[in-house]
């Protein structure tokens, strides 16, 4: 009885969380680099590092067992299961603290409202709304942090030797898988090492915790190296190649990015406390306890429920509410220190606080619960007050964010690349700057539109790898390079040159009303970088340029600045 009464709960949870996120969600693709999963995961491809390898896999089956149009739809909605695989997680989390930490016959109906609405109130906060509508991988990890904390309690728990030592097998492989996600549970075993201390010091001191534990990393670690097979496989997007051992380790270590980008934390890029804290607490108050909703005063009871929860687990165990706080503590500094946010940057990194505010979730759902385990049953009056204001949380949540998530009729990142490419020439040569390239790769390559046109990311074209890519891949280019040809295109000094293409294209097509054998354009290249370097790019194209004299037609959607002047010469 008490199971079926637990699993009408975690239904009524589900049914509803996943109503808003697909009445809500993204029926086309996104902004940014989040148009690459969708690629990916249709050809089985490797995206910008460091990727998202487990979610790449699961997106491939997903379209495999799927027939939505446009294809992409269908991993929004995907999206949506991995929030509620999360909310269920949340859910078993509380139910696993409450029954440690009162009798089991103190826990009734009510309790399971509570941490229903509790882990409503979560569900329906901004970030984590966002991310349960748009297929990227930062719901998939979130899904993953909500499985290790599951974990984390378990081993807190645990009494026998034998099934801590089996725990610390699984936590450390869990750990290591989500490097193939996305790498932001790492930021978890600070906590976890803090946990390991007050349970027990000794632990550390035995051979088969760091037998168990360093297996258990390197077996979840090494499920990445499948992105060296995806690789050879040669699929439409593959970032990086990584498809041998030195690739793979530059792809892993973000060497296109620089290498230390992983690593320099010390160096702050803003003020730890004035910028990059405020901006955690605003983000914070933003999804939890803000003034600016419907239900402004109702706002506050979350941080009330919080509160209360904390009371109460430090009353019911004084250490494991020391455990769960250091945890919050610990992982939520960890987040602002690593991550170390530039004062307003050009794009939110609210995503990266998902890990922690989950952990805080625990507390708002363990509160709300524990306020009707506690409660006398004569108190029928005080019962429905709670009611009726656990029902107003999630709801206000609703209000507030509704209008703004609603993104099920925005389509204009799949507008804007359907008109840049119905509005090409035929066999057209299309340079595009930065991540606006993968919104309009997605609508040629997965939804098949203009598939006679070469899209060329002017960004990559500073990479050697993307230029030996696209001389495999675009066999119709007019440029034909050899590796050793490739390897002399690189950032170096440069000097003001001029230089001329012989115009050997379609004079009616590109609009000129002169008629002469001899027509050339004239192109001044100066340096491009600080005065007195080129980029590889500028090379690039150049040489691109010049071997196509004009048969193509070639269009740029960022205009660099030594092709804004041309000069049409008669000869």
């Known amino acids: 009885m008490y199971k079926r009464v637990v699993s009408t709960f975690i239904t009524f949870v589900a049914i509803v969380a996943l109503g808003v996120y697909w009445s809500t969600a993204y029926q086309t693709i996104t902004w940014w680099d989040n148009s690459s999963y969708p690629i990916a995961a249709n050809c089985l491809g490797v995206e910008l590092p460091p990727g998202s390898l487990i979610l790449t896999i699961l997106g491939w089956i997903v379209l495999k067992l799927t027939f939505f149009d446009p294809k992409v739809f269908a991993l929004n909605l995907f999206a949506g299961l991995l929030a509620v695989g999360t909310l269920v997680q949340l859910f078993y989390i509380a139910l696993l603290l409450l029954k440690k930490t009162y009798p089991k016959n103190n826990i009734n109906t009510l309790s399971l409202l509570g941490i229903s609405f509790g882990v409503l109130i979560f569900a329906f906060s901004e970030t984590f709304w966002t991310y349960a509508i748009q297929f990227t991988p930062y719901m998939l990890t979130t899904c993953m942090t909500a499985i290790i904390l599951y974990q984390l309690l378990r081993f807190w728990f645990e009494d026998g030797k034998s099934k801590i030592i089996y725990s610390i097998l699984i936590i450390s492989f869990l750990i290591g898988l989500d490097f193939s996600i996305h790498r932001t549970n790492a930021l978890l075993v600070p906590g976890f ?21 360093c297996t258990g990393l390197i077996v979840g670690l090494a499920v990445h190296l499948l992105r060296m097979p995806m690789a050879l496989a040669k699929p439409i997007i593959n970032m990086n190649n990584p498809d041998n051992f030195s690739r793979f380790y530059d792809y892993v270590s973000l060497k296109q990015y620089g290498g230390g980008f992983l690593t320099d934390v010390f160096t702050r890029k803003a003020p730890i406390f004035s910028v990059q804290t405020m901006d955690y607490l605003n983000v914070f108050r933003d999804n939890f306890i803000s003034l600016d909703s419907p239900l402004a005063l109702v706002s506050l009871c979350t941080g009330l429920f919080a509160l209360v929860g904390t009371y109460y687990l430090f009353k019911a165990n004084k250490k494991t509410g020391l455990m769960l706080v250091m945890l919050v503590v610990v992982t939520t500094g960890m987040t602002i220190f690593y991550f170390n946010i530039q004062e307003n940057f050009f794009r939110t990194f609210t995503r990266h606080y998902l890990p922690s505010f989950v952990i805080f979730s625990i507390f708002i759902s363990y509160g709300a619960s524990v306020l009707f385990t506690t409660v006398k049953e004569n108190t029928k009056v005080v019962k429905i007050i709670l009611i009726f204001i656990l029902f107003l949380l999630p709801l206000n949540q609703v209000l507030r964010n509704y209008k703004t998530l609603d993104c099920s009729s925005d389509s204009y990142a799949s507008d804007y690349a359907n008109n840049i490419l119905e509005s090409l020439r035929p066999n057209a040569i299309l340079f595009i700057m930065g991540d606006v390239y993968f919104p309009i790769l997605y609508m ?18 500073n990479t050697q790898w993307y230029m030996q890519q696209l001389m495999s891949d675009h066999y119709d280019l007019p440029l034909r ?18 230089f001329d293409i012989q115009f050997e294209g379609d004079i009616d097509a590109y609009q000129l009303s002169v008629v002469d054998s001899s027509l050339s354009t004239q192109i001044h ?14 090379l690039f194209i150049q040489k691109l340029l ?6 193509r037609p070639v269009y740029f959607t960022y205009p660099l600045s030594w092709l804004k002047k041309m000069h049409v010469l008669k000869g």
């Open 444 to 461: 040629q390559q997965v939804e098949g539109k203009r598939t006679d046109v070469d899209i060329l990311n002017i960004s990559l074209c």
């Open 193 to 213: 090492i803090c946990m390991i201390m007050l349970k027990d010091m000794k632990l550390f001191l035995k051979f088969k915790f760091w037998l168990y534990g």
């Open 546 to 551: 010049h071997a196509n004299r004009w048969k």
């Open 481 to 498: 390079l050899t590796d050793d040809e490739i390897s002399k295109i690189r950032f170096k000094t440069w000097e003001d040159t001029t």
């Open 525 to 538: 290249l100066p340096p491009t970088n600080a005065g007195k370097y080129i980029m590889s790019q500028d």
